[in-house]
């Protein structure tokens, strides 16, 4: 499964509903590889406490994994 472009955001400069477009255009790509992992056996459950490890890691490094 090719991964499509993220949408880019309608404006170079912070504007009003920056954060929530970013969620949107991310959220869509969350949720291929969400599929894509169910797909290889992983279970909702699993990928979601994978997502939110990933997340509490990165507000204290740089890196994601």
């Given at each position: ?31 291929q ?9 992983w ?11 990933i ?11």
């Open positions: 499964m090719a991964m499509q472009p993220i949408k880019e955001p309608r404006e170079k400069d912070d504007y009003a509903e920056r954060a929530l477009d970013c969620r949107e255009a991310i959220g869509a790509k969350v949720q590889v969400t599929e894509a992992a169910m797909h290889a056996g279970s909702r459950d699993e990928i979601k406490a994978a997502f939110i490890d997340a509490e890691r990165w507000q204290t490094t740089d890196h994601i994994v």
